[in-house]
């Protein structure tokens, strides 16, 4: 059973009257005292003689009165120890207790045993409009702990929360009629009796705790006093090892991120990369399910990527655009967050997620371009909070740039593909010079290279203006006889006329769009794709291609390959009809367009040297060719890619290292345009290792530097070459040397990006951890200024609320912990070391202990977790407004200053101590100092004083001291303006290398 949220069983408070059973009422034996009295009274007046007995009568029973009287005390007396000492023992177990919420609950169960029927037990948490039941035990048993939403004034846990009282029912059955609110039942066999008390922690109601049973009358005033002191010791543990939880959540939300990061920057591969990303995410947030969707908005398409569920069992979920959760999200390029599915009409059920409950999906978005969606999904009711939402939307920028990144190395593999189909063609058509044996060879190797099942070529027929069919493959003896039978003359079919007028590919569904393309059912064609064969302006025909009976989508890639297949096909059809002087014109310029098209189509530079050296064989009739690049780590130009060099010469050119006074690389430093070998006076190494002299180097030049040579064997004399070779060879070279430009600059590009989006990220997730502002605290005025020297930086500050020592405070007494501190190094690595840092001494001085115990705790802390040889300066103070006096440690931090508001005086607050991170078991020392109205607390990093100008001189802490005690009549805020000012100024356009924080801290005159 269980009230609205929550739990059963309550009846009334304690400070109400409690009717006491007359047994135990002192009234029977007083008025018994009375009647002996009485009694007496009468024997003496009717017999006097009677005097002695009476008397002894009175006697007896004023001393039986007492002697119960004095029992009676000593009870009471009895069970108030047994009392304290129940509470003492509960409150050492918690206080030796880990910050764990789950093991303190259980150590509240355990002393709730000791003292009471705790046949059913609840120990819940309230977390905003939630109520958690993080412990629930029946008969000894657990339950699993359940999430409730809470519905303001409704049920009795409100009322606990509301009232911070708590409550004993005796028995519901007879006193549910006077409960402060109306108890909703879950069970056919609730409880009798139960015993509430609230979780207050501070000024804060966190949760409740109770035990019932299911007798009447189970529990008193005395299992009532002890529950209540244990809940009041056991909340401020709680309230700290929530803290704790939700800092180490934090932590490994981070160390996923991180982690997601380095995965989707280590592999390229799509598939493999969706399944690290979800699997990731599953087992670093603990969520019920994750999935990945890819999104075609073009064609308003959601595709199941990759899933991770419990046991690592993927569900595969097929979305429609616009339904379901992920749909709208995919639909609309917004997040969505939804605590309770069931309420939500978007949500569309599946059978092998039926236990739902909360689901959280965000669009990955690339420069406002949606490429995919990330879909959680959790078991649990109200699972999603903001701090989801935005470590979802942090990581799918990270996902969306990895896609992205992935499909830009399919597509640069997509062309290094098209690239050596375009070359088989070439090698294959290059061997053929008649135009039937050039048509035999096109429609024999496109199916192959493609895929398709049927390929023909119809030929233009200018005299005819007709079509002709020209060579088919794939079809059978009858539909070849027939399609060779057929006529396409200008007019007949559409589907032809538009691919004449536009020179560009269509695809046409045959079988539905019979009158664009009208074809005998017998070639039983349901899409085809029809390919311009144009050259040079040109249209020298058609070429069909279809998936034999069967309808294919035919995707970018395929069209694009094909495509590629018929220029070539068509540029060896212009071949094969030109005459000889003709061809050679033609030669030259696909020569140079298809070394074009390599460097401009890819971005991978082995790819594209490795076509050009294959090429330039074909193109100008070399026995081989090679380059060789500058290595700068080397100092030497190495091997890169070769064609034609086979046995020893291939293991020679593999073994050169060239130098810059090389003699073949002398000359080309020079600016010769190229170098003969036979030419030079001395033998070069190149020469030797590739056992010939007829090699001819050309410059690989851009901008003055030589970024390489490249070496061809042209087996003949420099006299042999005509002014177009050499130009051709020259291009081939130039080109050559802007795609390893290129490649060094898009190198460049992709690593400056790389850091800059990783910078970005580290600089959110730091500020993240700043203060907003500075918090009020009576009697004080706070100021901070805090700057990175890079993008992310290792300074930290912040301000810890903690808790009033005692009822020496006072009522309205505020204290609070001033953090400074400086991890010793830059960037990212010091921006991670500081987030841990920050953790563990917020969590660890949280509670309020002195600065030197907390700088000690959390030393051991960060030993214990750091993996690194960073290390972290800090300085800790604790202001009370109750007190003018200050406490405070350091760990190897610079000296705060502290400026006396009446004379000026600048003192150094110094304290023994090492940096944190070093060493463990390290003692700080704890240090005070008193505070009077007016003074300043000036707590900072060597940034201010390190701060240097253009001569390379300090600002120093002698002109920090000046400066503060020049302003120090001003409040707080103008105070760290001026310092800020007065380093700008002395550091001018100096650039500064260190992180700049500032805290200040003045007690507020005294008023008049």
């Not at 070769?642 to 073949?664: M, W």
């Amino acid at each position: 059973m269980r009230d609205n949220g929550v739990s059963p069983g309550e009846g009334r408070s304690p400070d109400s009257p409690s009717p006491r059973p007359w047994l135990q009422s002192p009234y029977p034996v007083a008025l018994g005292l009375a009647a002996a009295v009485v009694l007496v009274v009468v024997l003496l007046l009717a017999q006097p003689e009677w005097a002695a007995p009476a008397l002894a009568i009175l006697a007896v029973a004023a001393v039986g009165f007492l002697a119960w009287r004095w029992a009676g005390v000593r009870a009471s007396l009895l069970q108030r120890v047994a009392e304290l000492s129940t509470i003492e023992a509960a409150g050492r177990t918690i206080a030796e207790a880990e910050l764990d919420v789950d093991e303190i609950a259980r150590l509240m169960y355990e002393g709730a045993q000791r003292v009471a029927d705790a046949t059913i037990f609840h120990l819940g948490l309230f977390e905003g409009d939630t109520y958690t039941l993080r412990l629930w035990m029946h008969d000894g048993e657990p339950v699993a702990p359940q999430t409730f939403q809470m519905s303001p004034g409704v049920g009795l846990v409100n009322w606990l929360r509301e009232t911070k009282r708590p409550l004993l029912v005796r028995d519901f059955a007879r006193d549910m009629e006077s409960l402060p609110a109306r108890p909703a039942y879950v069970s056919d066999d609730p409880p009798r009796s139960a015993l509430y008390v609230p979780l207050v922690a501070g000024e804060q109601v966190i949760g409740t705790m109770s035990v019932q049973s299911f007798r009447p009358g189970a529990y008193g005033e005395g299992e009532l006093r002890v529950l209540s002191a244990m809940a009041n010791q056991a909340a401020l543990a709680l309230q700290k090892a929530r803290v704790y939880e939700q800092e180490r959540k934090r932590a490994r939300q981070l160390a996923t991120i991180g982690e997601v990061s380095r995965q989707v920057t280590a592999t390229l591969e799509l598939n493999e990369l969706f399944e690290r990303v979800v699997r990731l995410i599953r087992s670093g947030f603990g969520y019920y399910h994750v999935a990945i969707f890819a999104a075609d908005p073009a064609r308003e398409a959601i595709t199941f990527q990759a899933g991770a569920g419990a046991g690592d069992h993927a569900v595969r979920v097929d979305v429609a655009w616009g339904q379901g959760l992920v749909g709208w999200v995919a639909a609309h390029g917004e997040p969505v967050m939804v605590n309770d599915v069931s309420a939500d009409t978007r949500y569309r059920a599946i059978d092998a997620l039926e236990e739902t409950r909360s689901e959280l999906a965000v669009p990955l978005l690339l420069e406002n371009e949606l490429v995919g969606v990330l879909d959680v999904q959790s078991n649990q009711d109200a699972a999603f909070g903001p701090d989801d939402l935005f470590i979802l939307e942090t990581l799918g920028v990270q996902v969306a740039i990895a896609i992205q990144e992935a499909r830009l190395y399919a597509a640069e593999q997509q062309q290094a593909w098209l690239a050596t189909a375009l070359l088989q063609v070439a090698d294959a058509m290059g061997q053929v010079d008649e135009m039937d044996a050039v048509l035999t060879t096109i429609v024999r190797l496109t199916p192959l290279l493609a895929g398709v099942d049927r390929c023909a070529i119809l030929l233009w027929e200018p005299a005819a203006e007709s079509f002709r069919p020209a060579q088919t493959h794939g079809l059978s003896p009858e539909q070849r006889e027939l399609f060779e039978s057929m006529a396409f003359p200008r007019g007949s079919v559409p589907a032809l006329d538009l691919v004449s007028m536009d020179r560009n590919p269509l695809l046409v569904r045959a079988d539905e769009q019979q009158a664009l393309l009208p074809l005998p059912e017998a070639l039983n064609a349901c899409e085809v794709l029809l390919l311009p064969l144009s050259a040079q302006g040109e249209l020298l025909g058609v070429m069909m291609v279809d998936y034999a009976g069967r309808t294919h989508h035919f995707d970018e890639r395929s069209i694009n390959m094909l495509s590629g297949i018929a220029n070539q096909a068509a540029m060896v059809l212009q071949t094969a009809r030109l005459v000889q002087s003709q061809q050679e014109e033609a030669y030259v310029s696909m020569a140079l367009l298809q070394v074009a098209e390599a460097v401009h189509q890819s971005t991978d530079l082995d790819n594209t040297l490795a076509t050009i050296v294959r090429l330039t064989p074909i193109l100008l009739g070399v026995e081989a060719s090679a380059f060789l690049l500058w290595e700068e780590d080397a100092a030497a130009y190495l091997p890169s890619q070769q064609h034609g060099l086979r046995g020893e010469a291939h293991e020679a050119f593999q073994a050169l290292r060239l130098g810059r006074d090389d003699p073949v690389v002398l000359p080309l430093l020079a600016g010769e345009s190229m170098v003969s070998l036979q030419e030079i006076a001395s033998s070069s190494p190149l020469a030797v290792a590739l056992g010939r002299e007829a090699v001819l180097a050309l410059p690989l030049k851009t901008k003055g530097e030589l970024l390489g040579l490249m070496a061809v064997d042209y087996a003949g004399a420099t006299a042999h070459f005509t002014q177009r070779w050499l130009s051709i060879l020259s291009g081939i070279a130039g080109q050559a040397a802007l795609a390893v430009e290129n490649h060094r600059l898009l190198e460049e590009s992709a690593e400056q990006d790389r850091i800059r989006q990783e910078l970005e990220v580290a600089r959110r997730i730091q500020t993240s951890f700043l203060p907003d502002c500075c918090p009020p605290v009576p009697g004080w005025e706070l100021a901070a200024v805090w700057r990175s020297a890079r993008q992310v930086g290792g300074d930290f500050y912040d301000f810890i609320p903690l808790p009033a020592n005692g009822p020496r405070d006072g009522a309205g007494s505020q204290r609070l912990g001033l953090v400074v501190a400086d991890v010793a190094d830059k960037g990212v690595p010091a921006a991670l070391f500081m987030a841990l840092s920050r953790t563990l001494v917020r969590t660890v001085a949280i509670d309020g202990r002195p600065p030197a115990l907390a700088l000690a705790r959390a030393n051991d802390l960060i030993v214990a977790d750091a993996r690194t040889d960073l290390f972290v300066t800090l300085f800790y103070a604790i202001l009370d407004s109750a007190s003018s006096e200050v406490a405070y440690a350091t760990a190897g931090h610079v000296p705060a200053l502290l400026v006396r508001a009446a004379s000026g005086q600048v003192e150094q607050l110094r304290a023994p101590g090492m940096a944190m991170g070093v060493l463990p078991d390290v003692v700080f020392e704890e240090r005070r100092v008193q505070v009077e109205p007016g003074d300043l607390l000036v707590i900072y990093t060597d940034g201010v004083t390190d701060a240097m100008d253009g001569g390379h001189r300090t600002f120093g802490r002698d002109r920090l001291a000046e400066i503060v005690r020049a302003h120090r009549h001003q409040p707080a805020g103008d105070v760290a303006q001026a310092i800020e000012e007065a380093v700008d100024t002395f550091a001018g356009a100096a650039a500064q290398y260190d992180d700049l924080t500032l805290l200040i801290a003045k007690r507020r005159p005294a008023a008049g």
